[in-house]
């Protein structure tokens, strides 16, 4: 299931252009940045929260 979903957002991802500021005329602020042990623990989170749903829904 999670694969399937995954394929399905493959698309979206592909169309999806990047932003411009060439009609902009304001300067672009900073974003924080994520490390990747703050990105690895994030998505082990998601990750551990999207098993125990399908566990859940697959108990009687």
Known sequence: MLLRLCLLAVPFLLLASPPTLAKCD????????????????????????????????RRP
Not at 31 to 47: K, R, T
């Open 26 to 57: 304001c300067t672009p602020i900073s974003a924080p940045e994520i490390d990747a042990g703050s990105g690895l623990a994030a998505l082990a989170a998601v990750g551990g929260m999207l098993a125990y749903a399908y566990e859940r829904r």
